[in-house]
């Protein structure tokens, strides 16, 4: 179950690290019904864009970012993360470990 597991984080990680794109937190400001506002940044990006435009990460750095994602096809992680994802249902469901409650 461990080694099925490992293998979808083994695909999920450069995925979301990426190609996923997010919003990021800039501010969250108290109203004055006591609520918060949280205000988000306006263009999404992915966590390695974040670190190219960052001028405290160092072109050795950028270099070894820009390498590692030649490496990776977002459409095969992807199917990898599936069929890992698969295997771990179907050991889970061998051990009787469906997730339903009893």
């Known amino acids: 179950m461990h080694d099925a597991l490992e293998s979808v984080y083994r695909c999920l990680n450069p995925l979301l690290n990426y190609w996923h794109l997010t919003l990021r ?5 108290k109203q004055a019904s006591g609520r918060y506002k949280k205000i988000y940044e306006k263009v999404p990006k992915t966590p390695c864009r974040r670190l190219f435009e ?4 160092g072109e050795a750095d950028k270099a070894e970012l820009r390498r590692r994602a030649a490496l990776f096809k977002a459409a095969a992680l992807k199917r990898e993360m599936d069929e890992a994802g698969e295997r771990r249902l179907k050991v889970a469901a061998k051990r ?4 339903e409650p009893a």
């Open 25 to 29: 937190l800039i501010a969250k400001e």
């Open 54 to 57: 960052s001028p405290d990460v």
């Open 96 to 99: 009787g470990m469906t997730g």
